[in-house]
């Protein structure tokens, strides 16, 4: 009886949730500019007040596709003009820039890192071409319904859930009665 109260005592301490704060935006949204030159930027600013430091981000993002078979876009990701991480795109068409209708493509990732504080009481996101697709080779278009999830991890609270804590009180409650009894006896 005591080996199973103390079983319980121990899967209630240490079951625990923990609960991030976090932030979605529409990022990129939808730009008319189809993006092939290096340096070519797609920015948005986010005024996230309930993120004190921000170390995750995850892209729920989709694109237009004009890129050409052989040639690639890569973007680096940065918030604040910190580069978290690096996408690459690649073509998938046979016919370039001329091509009438896009690829219609989606991009799903998650990065974490060190914290990057707000600047102004928010963030700035980025997407920055890193290389120049070469004429008649193509380029991306970013859609309105694209999203990204800022994610403040750092305040992680670890917070018990109830069914944790029923645990535990059964625990004590079996405990307290077995140790009664060997004292009674």
């Not at 309930?50 to 170390?55: C, D, E, G, H, T």
């Not at 052989?70 to 690649?90: F, P």
């Not at 290389?131 to 990204?148: L, R």
Request: hydrophobic letters at 40%; one cysteine or more.
């Amino acid at each position: 009886m005591k080996k199973l109260a103390i079983s319980a005592l121990f899967l209630a301490l240490g079951s625990v949730a923990a609960f991030a704060d976090s932030a979605i935006v529409n990022f990129p949204s939808g730009t008319s500019i189809y993006d092939w030159n290096a340096g070519d930027t797609v920015s948005s600013g986010v005024q996230a007040d309930s993120l004190a430091a921000v170390n995750g981000l995850t892209e729920n993002w989709s694109y237009s596709d004009h890129i050409a078979s052989g040639y690639s876009e890569a973007w680096d990701v940065e918030i604040n003009g910190t580069i978290i991480g690096t996408e690459t795109l690649t073509g998938n068409y046979s016919c370039g820039d001329i091509c009438p209708v896009a690829l219609d493509n989606s991009l799903t990732n998650s990065f974490t890192f060190g914290n990057i504080d707000p600047v102004g009481g928010g963030y700035t996101l980025s997407l920055v071409l890193e290389n120049t697709v070469p004429a008649g080779g193509g380029s991306v278009n970013w859609d309105s319904t694209s999203t990204t999830t800022l994610t403040d991890t750092a305040s992680v609270s670890e917070t018990p859930e109830p069914t944790s804590l029923l645990l535990l009180f059964t625990g004590l409650v079996v405990l307290g009665l077995a140790t009664r009894k060997s004292c009674i006896v």
